[in-house]
């Protein structure tokens, strides 16, 4: 898949420059380092601070005056409810902080650009007419991709495009729109707690084929997504989570995936499946079709049948989203959904466990031998995860075996010959229905894959903030394998990972 456009970045950073005070101003002149200012930081009575990517620089020795935040404060626009200003027509964005009189005590002022081009790695989802849901972390990207989801659409694809811009971020400050969104049309919200009511207004009074919103953050806001959506209308927006996983567990937001609800099964309906009376599953039809999960800001994981992805997580099947690469040189690789997802670092494949990606892995009953545990205890694992297997008697039958610690030292010689034959051998450490579980789960790839690939997710994003911040992130407890995969994770990036606390809760510790 190649990509034609370049990126083309615009960031009117004269115009914020001009509303710092000269002496601030001319620091940052002379550090010239525009294109990677994030955030310009005033607090009164200490230093102020230019902000780049994992580093902070003082840019003067004098502490920030009541007079440079009035200064700064008289050139930029009206403070709304949400402590938000702007700069007329840039998509600069000033956020203050008051004392407890109401008093300016702190300017946030951070950088907003325009980057044209970003959207042609999901053009061809854009165009299918599908409502869109971005998820991913603050400051990733997400609002400049919308902003330029809705130019395309207008501009390119002639259709009618209503942005709902409760803070401004998306089209700017003022009553003209910045030209990011082309001819789309934009309805300013007057207060953060209207932004459902003018969602449905944008619906009812202006006849939008798509709407275009940031930020779903509450329950009303949900509940009018799923008002607009049902009335045929493209519905393009992000939400707070990084990943599916994450909005599934919202109570608040999980309406936007179909929410879920409690379902209390007949016995004979429960026996049928190997699981309780009581099981979780999905509430209605989800609000967006698409989710787009960006891991970066030049890749992203996408789950194309969000109804189809919601029902296997909920089964317990692990979300196989496709990835998409922008390469330094344009081209956009695509890697199909698979094992090929959860590599944020290429971890490495476990020896014993045979090719989980094997064609008709899953199709056929697979056959175990047991050495050295309880047949009951499996047939009962098998049952809970209602896998198809088949329990056989000679290791020779098998594509799998399970054994226990002690025996494997018995014998290593008889498992080495099991694994020069290609038959996957899983050593757990006692003869237990827990360790028993967790090697079929294992053989067959199910929950233990998700809980893999959320540990790197939780590892990336943390690499992330480390990187920003310089602050030290310690991870959650994990199993030494998976903090084996997480150090390799961090070695990538070039970061300080060490292992602390005792089992069960030994975890990592990242900094720099």
Do not use: W
Not at 5 to 30: F, G, H, N, V
Not at 343 to 369: D, K, N, Q
């Amino acid at each position: 898949m190649s990509e034609t456009s370049e990126l083309k970045i615009t960031d009117d950073l004269d115009l914020l420059y001009q509303a710092l005070p000269p002496r601030i101003e001319e620091r940052l002149r002379d550090i010239n380092r525009r294109d990677e200012l994030l955030e310009v930081v005033l607090d009164l009575g200490r230093e102020p601070e230019a902000r780049f990517p994992g580093e902070a620089v003082t840019l003067s020795s004098d502490p920030v005056t009541r007079d440079d935040l009035d200064y700064c404060i008289s050139r930029v626009g009206d403070f709304t409810l949400d402590n938000r200003a702007g700069i007329e027509r840039t998509l600069h964005r000033i956020s203050a902080i008051r004392n407890r009189q109401g008093a300016v005590v702190g300017l946030t002022c951070r950088i907003g650009r325009c980057v044209y081009g970003t959207v042609n790695i999901i053009r061809d989802i854009v165009e299918s007419g599908k409502s869109i849901l971005l998820l991913g972390r603050p400051g990733i990207g997400k609002t400049t991709k919308l902003r330029e989801i809705a130019r395309v659409l207008a501009d390119e694809l002639n259709k009618r495009v209503v942005i709902v811009d409760t803070s401004n971020e998306i089209a700017g400050d003022g009553d003209i729109p910045h030209p990011g969104i082309g001819r789309a049309r934009r309805m300013q919200v007057p207060r953060p707690d209207l932004q459902h009511a003018v969602m449905i207004e944008a619906v009812e009074n202006h006849m939008p084929e798509v709407i275009v919103i940031d930020e779903i953050g509450t329950e009303a806001e949900a509940l009018a997504a799923r008002t607009i959506a049902e009335r045929g209308v493209q519905l393009i927006g992000t939400a707070h989570g990084n990943t599916l996983d994450n909005l599934l567990m919202n109570p608040t937001l999980s309406d936007l995936i179909g929410g879920i609800h409690a379902v209390t099964l007949s016995d004979e309906e429960a026996k049928r499946r190997g699981t309780q009376k009581t099981v979780l599953e999905r509430k209605a039809p989800p609000t967006f079709d698409i989710v787009v999960e960006i891991m970066e800001i030049n890749r992203l994981a996408i789950h194309h049948d969000v109804a189809e992805v919601v029902d296997q997580m909920l089964r317990g099947i692990t979300a196989r989203p496709e990835i998409r690469v922008r390469k330094p040189d344009g081209e956009v690789e695509i890697i199909e959904g698979g094992r090929e997802a959860l590599s944020l670092a290429a971890p490495l494949r476990r020896f014993e466990v045979a090719e989980a990606s094997a064609p008709g892995y899953h199709s056929r009953t697979l056959r175990i031998f047991p050495f050295g545990i309880s047949r009951n205890k499996l047939e009962r694992a098998l049952a809970d995860l209602q896998v198809r297997a088949e329990i056989v008697k000679q290791p020779e039958q098998a594509d799998a075996i399970i054994t226990v610690k002690s025996a494997y030292r018995r014998g290593p010689d008889r498992f080495h010959a099991a694994l020069a034959d290609n038959i996957a051998v899983h050593v757990v450490r006692s003869n237990t229905h827990h360790q028993i579980l967790g090697a079929v789960r294992e053989i067959f790839r199910l929950t233990s894959l998700g809980e893999e690939d959320r540990a790197l997710r939780e590892a990336y994003d943390a690499i992330q903030r480390v990187l920003e911040t310089s602050e030290p992130v310690e991870l959650s407890p994990q199993s030494s394998y998976v903090r084996r995969l997480q150090h390799q994770l961090a070695n990538q990036y070039e970061l300080r990972s060490e292992s602390v606390g005792v089992e069960p809760n030994r975890r990592i510790r990242l900094s720099k």
